[in-house]
């Protein structure tokens, strides 16, 4: 990557610029690789400018992996047409496709919060809520039951597909769209859930 001219800007136009530089960095390196001297030298500017918006390399770094995480719940917003279980389809592909292109950064992120960084398990845990809480959206067209159960299985089932995705970065053995099918598939057979989004559950 080469380096950036030095140009002026205005204070957040600055900080914008770099925190769309780390989630650029994010995608190809682990948030450990993203150092003030790498930041420094691509954007062009001083080691006390990135002191003077973010406080500091943690600061950044957390800055960097908030607005990648917002990226990922955008990213993976349900489409208003088709069935909930079309829906989500759309939103797991959506899923796999960020990990793909983010595998470093991701797999950092996953790492920190399970190594007992606070700030890094915070952003961790809603960007996982976030994703889970859209299945149980309240529309006429829900494909489970909100209850205390199916909330637990969902968790559980968000977990085997994050595992899923990193292993396949590893060790592949299927193409992307039939790990997909794989992910949502899942979630049907746990439930009890069709295709069409018929559930068992509620036929009793």
Do not use: C
Not at 1 to 18: F, G, K, Y
Not at 125 to 151: G, K, P, Q, V, W
């Amino acid at each position: 990557m080469t380096t950036a001219p030095r140009t002026r800007l205005r204070s957040d136009e600055r900080r914008a610029q770099l925190l769309d530089l780390g989630v650029r960095l994010f995608a190809t390196r682990s948030l450990p690789e993203i150092s003030i001297d790498l930041l420094a030298e691509t954007a062009g500017i001083s080691r006390g400018l990135l002191y003077h918006y973010f406080g500091g390399l943690a600061g950044f770094q957390e800055a960097v992996v908030r607005r990648a995480a917002a990226d990922l719940i955008a990213r993976t917003a349900p489409p208003a047409e088709g069935d909930a279980f079309e829906r989500l389809l759309v939103s797991v592909r959506a899923y796999v496709e960020f990990v793909d292109e983010n595998y470093e950064g991701y797999l950092s992120l996953v790492t920190g919060a399970k190594s007992g960084n606070e700030s890094l398990r915070a952003i961790y845990d809603e960007a996982r809520a976030a994703l889970t809480d859209r299945i149980f959206a309240s529309d006429s067209d829900h494909l489970l039951e909100d209850n205390a159960s199916m909330r637990l299985l969902v968790r559980g089932w968000s977990a085997l597909a994050e595992e899923m995705v990193l292993d396949w970065k590893v060790n592949g053995g299927v193409d992307r769209e039939e790990l997909v099918g794989l992910i949502t598939g899942a979630l049907a057979a746990l439930a009890g859930v069709g295709v069409a989004g018929e559930s068992s559950l509620t036929d009793a």
